[in-house]
């Protein structure tokens, strides 16, 4: 799961995390924000799952909403 966005991370290259139903399951939001800690370039979701990510994030974040 880490692979990934640690190769996309050296490389220089951008990479999207999309923590579907991440407020639904407990070890999912564990596993998101193991991922979170590798700094996606940009984080999608739906406002219930962002709302849960940063109320589980102990570290500061930056939020953008588009509409």
Do not use: H, Y
């Not at 990934?4 to 139903?21: C, F, H, M, R, Y």
């Not at 070890?27 to 996606?40: G, N, S, T």
Request: glycine share 8%; net charge positive.
């Amino acid at each position: 799961m880490k692979v990934a966005p640690v190769w996309l991370n050296q490389l220089g290259k951008s990479w999207v995390l999309d923590p579907t139903i991440v407020g639904a399951l407990g070890f999912q939001l564990k596993a998101c924000l193991k991922l979170i800690e590798l700094k996606p370039t940009i984080v999608r979701g739906n406002g219930s799952e962002i709302i849960a990510l940063s109320m589980a994030s102990l570290g500061s974040t930056k939020i953008r909403v588009w509409s």
